[in-house]
């Protein structure tokens, strides 16, 4: 998944009481954070370094 906004994103997941772990920004030039479905499956949502580059300012995005 490739949200517009990674670290609105990432706070409105956070917000909503779900456990994951910090946004992480990668060596292949993405943001990303991982998120375990109930069944088991592994989902990464990220975001191109290049538009994520300020990880301190936080816009809530709408509800998921």
């Known amino acids: 998944l490739y949200p ?7 706070a409105q ?3 909503n009481g779900i456990d994951i772990p ?6 292949y030039g993405l943001t990303e954070f991982r998120l375990d479905d ?8 990220g975001q191109s370094s290049e538009r994520s580059s300020d990880l ?9």
């Open 4 to 10: 517009s906004d990674i670290v609105g994103y990432h």
């Open 13 to 15: 997941v956070r917000a």
């Open 22 to 27: 910090d946004l992480e920004t990668t060596f």
């Open 38 to 45: 109930p069944d088991g499956n592994r989902l990464w949502i």
């Open 56 to 64: 301190n300012s936080v816009t809530p995005q709408a509800d998921l």
